[in-house]
């Protein structure tokens, strides 16, 4: 995460002035997810002790401490509407249409996340379902918009290029996305102690960097792509 | 706090000149918050121990350090200033105007801070009524002098856009500022112990991200807008 950060920034001058601010957004995300994932192992290393007695086997043993997963909800919270404000920022569309969609998609994201950390901490698996459900509206509400809603304007990108890594990167966000219901099932379906929190913790992880970082080299590859296509039309003779 | 920063920051080639030292002030002032966030991050922590005892419920314990709510103050002595003078310098004023109005609402503000310190360490009520009242005095003259004294300026901004971003700005300024007396109250009109203490620290963390981060991405936005005004006029014929 925090080398897809200093990639993205060093980028910086290779885009038009057009594309930096989604390109520094997407570096603020990686950054973000940086400074979390450091809090999350050091939460994690405090939570267990893996030791073995007298030179026998190792065993893990928990400290007392907790593991606090709030940081995922905080770092969710934080990156999930910068995100979208990224991705549509890169779309270069209209003003009116890139404020008004940063607003729905950013408000309705962080929503989406508020509303599953409830249930996140929830040992009841009906009150899991329950908040489950209330944060799926907001979710399918943005995947919707991804999917349909932003399909047209893909079609008006300046070339053909950088329409396909426009679709890719939808597709990607829609893709990624729909695994993070998945794993918070983990735990609604019965499943529980170590194995139930590891399979949840790797599930996570691996949806956190193909969102962040994976989608912030599409969101590169676009911003590249659209600035070359922008200064070769500079520079014909018309 | 600290992306906010970096954002600003990597934003500064992307405005004019005239806009580069508001928004330089802007990322300075969410470095001293990120800086102070930290100490009071790991005082809290000092202060609280949260453990299961034989793998049972998670008990929050004293351990008898004290948590050091002076650092919000130290914090505030400084950025509070720094926030007006940032707001004061993107509506370009005229150089006496802005020169008069950074010195009356930066040392209005920093004795505004000072007078409140005094009662927030105090658990006698009637002195911490006594502070809150003191302290009040500056900031009604604050608040009064960007609601009302700066009407006028800010219908002389050069476009729409900028003139209702900056209006938005003021807006925000006084909306965020009247939640910290607020929050000061909690325990003035009683309420003690644990949760009295939480409210405290959720509200006044809640009050500086939108204070800050919040207010400082409306400044790059006017920032960006009058940029976007100046270099326009200056490609006209005339």
């Known amino acids: 995460m925090g080398s897809a950060t200093i990639f993205f920034w060093l980028q910086l001058p290779n885009v038009t002035k057009s594309y930096r601010t989604a390109l520094t957004i997407t570096g603020i995300v990686t950054l973000i997810a940086t400074y979390h994932y450091i809090r999350i192992f050091n939460s994690w290393s405090e939570a267990f002790v893996v030791a073995s007695k007298d030179g026998g086997d190792y065993e893990v043993k928990l400290t007392g401490a907790p593991f606090n997963d709030g940081y995922r909800y905080v770092d969710w919270l934080l990156t999930v509407p910068l995100l979208l404000i990224e991705l549509i920022l890169v779309m ?42 209330l944060s799926m509206i907001p979710f399918c509400y943005v995947v919707f918009t991804l999917a349909v809603g932003l399909a047209e304007s893909t079609s008006k990108q300046p070339s053909p290029a950088a329409a396909s890594l426009v679709s890719a990167a939808r597709y990607l966000t ?18 529980a102690g170590p194995a139930a929190t590891m399979y949840e913790q790797v599930g996570y992880s691996i949806a956190d960097v193909m969102a962040k970082a994976v989608f912030g080299v599409l969101i590169w590859a676009i911003a590249s792509e659209k600035s070359a296509v922008e200064e070769s039309g500079k520079l014909l003779p018309n």
């Open 174 to 191: 829609v893709l990624s996305w729909c695994t993070y219901p998945f794993v918070y099932m983990v735990k609604s379906v019965g499943l």
């Open 92 to 133: 270069k569309l209209p003003q009116e249409e890139t404020v008004s969609l940063s607003w729905k998609l950013g408000l309705a994201s962080a929503l989406m996340v508020a509303l599953g950390y409830p249930g996140e901490i929830q040992e009841d698996l009906s009150v899991r379902w329950f908040w489950w459900c």
